[in-house]
């Protein structure tokens, strides 16, 4: 089973700033098959990025992943007042299909 | 529009059994990929099962291997979980997923399993 760490685990910033998530892989995660959720309390997650890169339908472009083997990113170019959530990183190369621990990006 | 709607949650005994249903709408619900994933109170997220477009395979997490099943009716555009010998670290809200398709010019569709949509979920508690 590949274990996925994410980190920091709380990240505490203003509106307008860089935020920069970490995923770690404990192994390789093939052909890149790395996504990142957001979530908001009382709902439920929402794709952001698949193929560890690539941006779901209708997310806004200050959202960007990169990454490849066993360490990847998220970034927020410049956080919205609505992007104040958790984010989980998953791996969908080998089953079972496992998340990351999740990061809190909260208001500073 | 893509619509996954849970039902069939509720409070259960230790060792009890539930049905969970996930009612689907807006797409060919018999191509695709469907999973369960769960979220214990304030946790993150745990992928459960999941099951092929036809309901040929099916997938478990260890830890619910042997106790739950996963099942679909296509010609009902439904996905069900039956939940067997519950226990009170299975409480959680259980969501259920749809799976996108990649194209591999080889060996044409396949389920690519990350979740491009989700329900709202539906609340399992166990606790006697």
């Known amino acids: 089973e590949i274990v996925l760490t994410q980190s920091p685990g709380t990240l505490s910033l203003s509106p307008g700033e860089r935020a920069t998530l970490s995923c770690r892989a404990s192994q390789s995660v093939s052909s890149s098959y790395l996504a990142w959720y957001q979530q908001k309390p009382g709902q439920a997650p929402r794709l952001l990025i698949y193929g560890a890169s690539s941006r779901a339908t209708g997310i806004p472009d200050r959202f960007s992943g990169s990454g490849s083997g066993a360490d990847f990113t998220l970034t927020i170019s410049r956080l919205e007042p609505e992007d104040f959530a958790v984010y989980y990183c998953q791996q969908y190369g080998s089953s079972p299909w496992t998340f990351g621990q999740g990061t809190k990006v909260e208001i500073k | 529009e893509v619509q996954l709607l849970e039902s069939g949650g509720g409070l259960v005994q230790p060792g009890g059994s539930l049905r969970l249903s996930c009612a689907a709408s807006g797409f060919t619900f018999s191509n695709y990929a469907m999973s369960w994933v769960r979220q214990a109170p304030e946790k993150g997220l745990e992928w459960v099962s999941a099951?092929?477009?036809?309901?040929?395979?099916?997938y478990y997490a260890d830890s619910v291997k042997g106790r739950f099943t996963i099942s679909r009716d296509n010609s009902k555009n439904t996905l069900y979980l039956q939940l067997n010998t519950l226990r009170a670290d299975d409480t959680a809200v259980y969501y259920c997923?749809?799976?996108?398709?990649?194209?591999?010019?080889?060996?044409?569709?396949?389920?690519?399993?990350?979740?491009?949509?989700w329900g709202q979920g539906t609340l399992v508690t166990v606790s006697s």
């Open positions: 997923a749809k799976s996108p398709l990649y194209y591999d010019t080889l060996t044409g569709y396949h389920a690519s399993y990350y979740f491009d949509y």
């Open positions: 099951i092929s477009g036809s309901g040929g395979s099916t």
